[in-house]
């Protein structure tokens, strides 16, 4: 068992013990010295009243469901009641398979916001970007609703349609974008071999085998012609499994590395993982792309490997969320997400609010050239929010899966490309 599973089992055992013994006996007093039960009385006599009072006939559980999200949503924006069907989703969704449009969001001022459009799903090819603000679905405002109520509107049977009231900062009135539902198949790794033998990865979203997917997709590349230099592409990644990131992260460093620190409020919340050592890691230079969009399990990898020397990492200021959630399930089926720490880099720099720093700072071609530029989207702009402390040609004989990949355009690529290269030539140059 990883210590991970360990950390996780832990929270998910003790948490609910907790809430156990706070409401069956009352016994412990609050931050402030108020006895507990004092403010369940309270809420349980306003239950009461609503129910008896209340101009329409009221279903009890679904008071006490908004009531339970709304405690948690007052912590962070992460923090959430799942229903049955939302706890399914979300273990859906780590499957690389599910139902809806494509989108990762979050609520920024009370306003329904754009992290990242999952590649290939629907919004992506409608051309939703990070930034962009969602005000209506299906013509319904949703200001002020809770997360996850908003994530049930966004999904629905496949085939059925869904209308978004989009507002972006170069439209001078919100638009309107249909789109139809899909059952998502998350493309989690596409490669190719680029010019100067070059390798490219591309990680859309870290879910289950996605280590195993880069694994095969090197060594295919291996198998045809010795990658001189490879690049992993992390632009709106929008994270996913922390596993995969521990995964990821040690086939690219050495023994004993340290990848990530975990810290939170109590001491059985707190761990540190390190890489162990196997045959066939790669040993050529690695640059890593990354941008506003690139969060969580993401920027977990983009940190472990810039601390430890082992890539340079190139583009724009990652997204930074970097705060740890457990999934705890109840018997009903439903369950709560949780922030219980914070994920700090092999250096003690928090991911949290911060973002990874490039080392080579590339902005976009369309941040170049001011076009339809949006505004910059970042964790530490949620309210709420947990504080932190020429065109290369693809290679024959390699499985080209990134068809979509707009290589001359694609400026920040092609800096990691000229990079590479260098690196190759005055290696050789050291060696004449």
């Avoid at 919340?269 to 993401?298: R, W």
């Avoid at 899966?401 to 707009?406: A, K, Q, V």
Wanted: proline content about 5%; glycine content about 8%.
């Amino acid at each position: 068992m990883t210590p991970f599973r360990r950390f996780l089992e832990n929270v998910m055992i003790s948490l609910p013990a907790a809430i156990v013994v706070l409401i069956m006996c009352g016994c412990a007093a609050t931050a402030s010295g108020q006895h507990p039960s004092k403010s369940l009385d309270i809420f349980k006599e306003a239950l009461d009243i609503i129910e008896d009072n209340y101009v329409e006939p009221i279903d009890q559980e679904k008071l006490v469901q908004a009531a339970l999200n709304g405690m948690l949503q007052s912590l962070d924006p992460h923090s959430a009641f799942l229903t049955p069907d939302m706890y399914k989703q979300l273990e859906a969704q780590t499957t690389g398979s599910f139902g809806g449009i494509g989108l990762e969001v979050t609520i920024i001022n009370s306003i329904l916001t754009v992290v990242s459009p999952i590649e290939g799903g629907p919004a992506y090819k409608s051309g939703i970007r990070t930034g962009d603000q969602i005000l209506a679905i299906d013509g319904k405002p949703i200001k002020d609703l809770a997360i996850t109520d908003i994530v049930g509107k966004l999904k629905g049977p496949e085939g059925s349609k869904v209308r978004l009231t989009i507002m972006r900062k170069t439209f001078k009135n919100p638009r309107s974008i249909t789109l139809t539902r899909t059952n998502i198949k998350i493309p989690s790794v596409k490669y190719r071999y680029l010019d100067y033998n070059i390798g490219y990865i591309r990680i859309s979203h870290f879910q289950e085998k996605t280590t195993d997917e880069v694994k095969q997709a090197y060594g295919s590349m291996n198998d045809q012609s010795k990658p001189t230099g490879l690049i992993l592409d992390f632009r709106n990644d929008p994270g996913g499994l922390l596993e995969e990131a521990l995964l990821l992260s040690e086939f690219f460093l050495k023994e004993g590395q340290i990848i990530v620190s975990i810290k939170g409020r109590e001491s059985n919340n707190e761990a540190v993982y390190t890489a162990e050592d196997y045959i066939g890691k790669p040993t050529c230079p690695v640059i890593v792309l990354v941008n506003e969009g690139t969060a969580s399990a993401a920027e977990i990898v983009t940190g472990a490997l810039q601390d430890n020397g082992r890539a340079v990492i190139v583009g724009m200021r990652t997204f930074g969320k970097g705060s740890v959630q457990g999934v705890i399930p109840f018997e009903d089926g439903s369950a709560i997400t949780l922030t219980i720490a914070l994920y700090y880099t092999p250096k003690g720099r928090s991911i949290q609010a911060e973002g990874i720093v490039p080392d080579v700072q590339v902005e976009s071609a369309e941040q170049a050239e001011k076009e339809e530029q949006q505004p910059t989207l970042r964790e530490k702009d949620i309210e709420e929010h947990t504080r932190g402390e020429e065109e290369p040609k693809a290679r024959h004989g390699v499985n080209k899966t990134n068809d979509d990949l707009d290589i001359a355009r694609d400026n920040q690529l092609t800096v990691a490309t000229e990079l590479l290269r260098s690196w190759e030539i005055l290696k050789q140059g050291v060696k004449n």
